[in-house]
C-alpha cells in the first residue's frame, strides 16, 4: 500500500498505530543504560540497547559467542544497589551485539528491574555525549 497524499494529521494516527502495535509485541517493556560485562579475565564497559525483566541487549562490535556466560553488573539510576546478574548469550551478531537472557537474578532485583523499564526513565549516559 502506497499514500500518494496524505495529511500530517492522518500520518501521526497512522504512525501512533504502527508504534503501538510493535510496543504489544513485546512481552516485556525495556529500557537502555551503561552495563560492566565480565567474562573470564576480561572486563568491558558497553551500553544496553534495552534491558526487560527477561534479559538484556548490549551493543558491541565485539560480541561474546552464543552460549557464552557472563557476569553483568550494572545500577539503575533508582537508588538501589548496583545489581549483579549471570546471563547466557542467546543472541550474537558481529559488529553490532548480543542478547543475553538473565539466569541467575535475585527476585527483588528483578523487582527493581520491573519497575525501571515500567517508569519509562533511563540512564542520562549515551556513548558518544
Known amino acids: ?3 500518494t497524499s496524505i495529511s500530517l494529521d ?3 494516527i497512522i504512525l501512533k498505530f504502527v508504534l503501538s502495535r510493535l510496543r504489544e ?3 516485556y517493556p525495556r529500557k537502555p543504560f551503561v552495563v560492566q560485562i565480565v567474562h573470564g579475565e576480561e572486563h568491558s564497559l558497553t551500553y544496553s540497547r534495552n534491558i526487560s525483566v527477561r ?3 548490549l551493543g558491541t562490535k565485539d560480541p561474546l559467542a ?3 556466560i557472563a557476569t553483568l553488573r550494572f545500577p539503575l539510576d533508582d537508588g538501589g544497589p548496583t545489581i549483579m546478574a549471570t546471563g547466557e548469550v542467546r543472541y550474537s551478531a ?7 537472557k538473565f539466569i541467575a537474578l535475585k527476585p527483588e532485583d528483578q523487582g527493581r528491574i520491573d ?7 533511563s540512564s542520562g549516559f549515551w556513548p558518544g555525549e
Open 66 to 68: 552464543s552460549g557464552s
Open 55 to 57: 534479559g538484556i541487549y
Open 1 to 3: 500500500m502506497e499514500f
Open 115 to 121: 519497575s525501571y523499564v515500567s517508569k519509562g526513565e
Open 25 to 27: 509485541k513485546r512481552r
Open 10 to 12: 492522518d500520518r501521526q
Open 94 to 100: 558481529t559488529g553490532h551485539g548480543m542478547g543475553l
